[in-house]
């Protein structure tokens, strides 16, 4: 009788240290705090950091599922649901997401929901299917938290536009360099209390001199693709308004055939046309336009959930949901324990 509860409870720790392959299922699970589901997970968040064009870069906050699929003839795919939170980084700032910032709460935090296929195969993950949306925390959590705050608003705004538009021209009329046109307005808050308005905007430079420019349509992009992202203030006051500009020019990036960078607006705080799709192993990103009354990127808008010709080959894997077969005066045996899902958090929920 010992010997019979030491073999089961050898048994249910052997099942919660490991979750294998279980025949008849076609897939495993694993914990979602795996450190091989982590790698997964990191892998997905490096894809979507190195492909956006517009909005923040954004870092891991929870793994919601994973299943890992065999894939003939080698490798595994892990089909994983990842929940990211929108760091303080502009998409083409060149920091690492590692070392950028969270946003928070009372700042307006944005969520990320994402469903991935990632590839492991000879210890390297790669990204075969990727769709995902973001979100900002809803307006009532924001307030409970903190009462004052000021919530995002959105970017065609006539206080919003008129603080980008003023806001630029200040950046230009105090550089001696390049002129700058503007990429995109990112985020944008109106103040309450005092009366202000606070924007964030991505900016490039252009072939034209600050200075001597008359008219800013005749002006295009450097081929070495220069941006840079500015934050502003635009305070009302009697009889005036107060403007706090500050702008951070970032190195220059490599030419390009330009077909995976943003568009420069032109005299507008509208959004500007889409860049064409970007070619690259894995998934299609395609930059669909964003909506002109919106008050943040959403990220649907460049992972819409396009599959990579290498995914949809025959040989690949199939996710679904396997049968399960029960014979009649045949006992099934219970599989083996598997961790919780979901994972941990890592910042805070939204």
């Known amino acids: 009788m010992k010997s019979l509860v030491l073999v089961l409870c050898l048994a249910q720790l052997w099942g919660c240290h490991s979750a294998p392959h279980v025949p008849g299922l076609g897939y495993r699970e694993l914990n979602c705090d795996d450190p091989e589901t982590e790698q997964a997970a990191l892998a997905a968040v490096d894809y979507i950091n190195s492909n956006l064009l517009r909005g923040y870069k954004h870092t891991l906050n929870q793994i919601d599922k994973v299943k890992v699929w065999p894939r003939r003839p080698m490798g595994e795919v892990f089909d994983i649901e990842i929940d990211t939170l929108e760091t303080t980084c502009y998409a083409l700032d060149p920091t690492p997401a590692a070392n950028c910032s969270v946003r928070k709460l009372e700042q307006h935090a944005v969520e990320g929901d994402c469903d991935f296929h990632v590839l492991k195969q000879d210890g390297q993950f ?12 809803s307006a009532e959590d924001v307030l409970k938290v903190c009462p004052q ?47 202000s308005t606070y924007v964030e905007f991505a900016v490039a430079a252009t072939d034209c001199v600050a200075n001597e420019v008359t008219d800013p349509a005749n002006c295009n992009l450097l081929a070495e693709n220069q941006y840079g ?32 960078i943003p568009s420069p607006m032109v005299a507008s705080a509208a959004p500007a046309s889409p860049p064409a799709a970007a070619v690259m192993v894995g998934p299609l990103v395609v930059a669909a336009p964003p909506p002109v009354h919106r008050a943040h990127y959403d990220l649907r808008h460049t992972f819409a959930g396009v599959a990579s010709v290498e995914s949809a080959s025959g040989e ?23 961790r919780p899902c979901p994972g941990r958090i890592r910042h805070f929920k939204i």
């Open 316 to 338: 690949a894997f199939h996710v679904g949901k396997a049968p399960g077969v029960a014979q009649p005066g045949v006992a099934v045996a219970a599989g083996p324990v598997v």
């Open 126 to 137: 790669s990204v075969l299917f990727a769709k995902c949306d973001s979100s900002p925390d």
């Open 229 to 260: 992202f500015c934050k502003s203030t635009l305070t009302q006051k009697v009889g005036g308004e107060d403007l706090a500009v500050t702008c951070t020019v970032f190195p220059t990036q490599p030419e390009t055939d330009g077909t995976n």
């Open 149 to 195: 705050c000021p919530l995002l608003a959105p970017i065609n705004d006539t206080r919003v536009t008129h603080a980008v538009e003023a806001s630029l021209a200040a950046f230009n009329a105090h550089n001696n360099g390049s002129y700058y046109q503007l990429v995109e307005v990112s985020r944008a808050q109106i103040v309450p209390l005092p009366v």
